[in-house]
């Protein structure tokens, strides 16, 4: 039985045209069909040790769920899922599982490793297009109240955890809507607003409050809020302001953080360009400095908003770069050109201060 397992090959997911694709704003992957879920989950060994729970930060029962799509019981898997994960769409799209589940598959070893990512999104997106109103579980309430500071995916994966646990949470947070940097920070094309807004939801369904346009230090201290009855605050700011490269040049118009270029475009709207007007430069040549996944973020997003020439410098090796093997992939399919083993040195600009070179 192991032995056909895992011959069945990989199910490959559809996706978008890379040459539609490279000019709009809308999600790259288009997501497996039931037939090809159970598909796919056949190939799952259902180790009595299961190496994948191992390499899972939040150690889903990553066998169970994929048993329960292999059965066709996909409220099951998501229910599975629930148990250690609230946010099942968002990870199943955004997890780094060629380093942590998928790195630690048994079928890997001899042929692709299980779609584990695939699978779960799979599970998750199901059960909110049924729109069964279904939501995780809640143990007994406790009676203790827990102050989150930030919406981000760090604040999100704890308000998930301690209601899971029966405690009562407040998310507060800076922006106008929660999300953090899954909605300014990660671009349409790779996860969709309206994803982490159906997990929020869920969240608030579950029974948390959420607290927008609230700066906590500014709206009141922490201090306060131990005073008003919180029991415990979890601190999950974000990684605050970006590093540049001290290079000559470095404030001329035209050059951007990646945050600030990302938040621009998210925030902004510019994923809805040209129905919206982001005020932000459409060069015809841009160069990302940098080969993480936010690096292929802003590429991409930069040839979506018109570009005729994207360039992804980096210092180090293809092998060497961090972002993922599929951001990587999708990058030089939408014509993205990659100088490797090249570093900036200097930057020059014009009479008017603006980046020329």
């Known amino acids: 039985m192991a032995e056909n397992k895992e011959k ?11 040459d539609v694709r490279r000019r709009n704003f809308e999600e790259v992957p288009l997501g497996l069909t039931p037939e090809m879920a159970m598909r796919e989950a056949s190939r799952c060994l259902q180790c009595k040790k ?35 994960n609230a946010l099942p769409a968002v990870c199943g799209r955004v997890c780094p599982q060629e380093a942590q589940c998928e790195g630690r598959c048994i079928v890997g070893k001899k042929d692709a490793p299980v779609a584990i990512g695939s699978l779960e999104r799979f599970a998750a997106d199901y059960e909110r297009k049924k729109g069964s109103g279904k939501v995780p579980a809640v143990a007994q309430k406790t009676g203790k ?39 300014y920070g990660i671009p349409e094309f790779r996860l969709p607003k309206e994803i982490v807004a159906s997990e929020v939801a869920t969240l608030e369904k579950m029974g948390a409050k959420i607290e927008c346009n609230f700066v906590v230090g500014a709206s009141v201290t922490i201090d306060e809020l131990f005073s008003e009855g919180y029991d415990a ?25 990646a945050n600030e270029y990302l938040t621009r475009t998210n925030l902004m709207k510019g994923y809805l360009f040209p129905e ?36 992804v410098v980096y210092r180090r090796s293809r092998e060497e770069m961090p972002a ?17 083993l090249t570093n900036p040195t200097q930057f020059f600009g014009d009479a008017n201060g603006r980046l020329v070179g």
């Open 8 to 18: 069945v090959p990989r199910v490959k997911m559809p996706e978008q045209d890379p």
């Open 145 to 183: 109240k827990v102050a989150v500071i930030g919406s981000g995916p760090s604040g999100l994966t704890v308000a998930g955890d301690l209601l899971l646990k029966g405690h009562e949470v407040t998310i507060f947070e800076a922006f106008h809507k929660p999300g953090g940097v899954l909605v």
């Open 276 to 311: 919206y007007d982001t005020p932000i430069a459409r060069g015809k040549n841009v160069v990302v400095l940098g080969a993480g996944n936010v690096a292929m973020d802003s590429a991409r997003t930069a040839m979506r908003l018109g570009a005729e020439s994207v360039k």
């Open 50 to 84: 299961p190496a994948c729970v191992e390499g899972c930060p939040v150690s889903v029962d990553i066998p169970g769920f994929i048993n329960r799509i292999f059965s066709n019981d996909f409220s099951g898997a998501i229910s599975k899922l629930w148990e250690r």
């Open 324 to 340: 993922r093997a599929e951001e990587l992939h999708h990058a030089e399919e939408e014509k993205i050109e990659f100088v490797l």
């Open 233 to 257: 605050v979890y601190i999950g700011v974000g990684a605050g302001l970006p590093r540049f490269m001290n290079l000559p040049g470095e404030n001329l118009i035209g050059i951007y953080s």
